[in-house]
């Protein structure tokens, strides 16, 4: 089993920025990639940005050149650095990590809210 745990979430004014941290800890090897993912009220969640083993990061489109993924392998933790933060980021931000066991495993937070009003 993999646990995550975020933090870091918080209201922050519009321009503003957040760290979140998601920590993971358990069977954390074998693994595609982690995540994050957000999902605003009423809305589906959807992706923000990923990094894979190697380092290589995608991002969603809403998100380039404002949002920075990372990641440390020694302390097995993700990081989402998120600059000029606008009210259309308000979400729930969630961390993921896949794994492939055989199949693929999936594994989510329980979520962080960042809140950038308007």
């Known amino acids: 089993q993999v646990q995550l745990v975020e933090s870091g979430g918080g209201l922050v004014q519009p321009g503003g920025s957040l760290r979140l941290s998601c920590a993971a800890s358990g069977s954390v090897f074998s693994i595609i990639y982690m995540g994050w993912y957000r999902q605003a009220p009423g809305k589906q969640r959807e992706l923000v940005a990923t990094?894979?083993?190697?380092?290589?990061?995608a991002y969603a489109d809403s998100v380039k050149g404002r949002f920075t993924i990372s990641r440390d392998n020694a302390k097995m933790t993700m990081y989402l650095q998120m600059n000029s933060l606008k009210p259309e980021d308000t979400a729930v931000y969630y961390c993921?990590?896949?794994?492939?066991?055989?199949?693929?495993?999936?594994?989510w937070g329980q979520g962080t809210q960042v809140t950038v009003p308007s």
């Open positions: 990094i894979t083993n190697d380092g290589s990061t």
């Open positions: 993921n990590l896949r794994r492939r066991v055989y199949s693929i495993l999936e594994y």
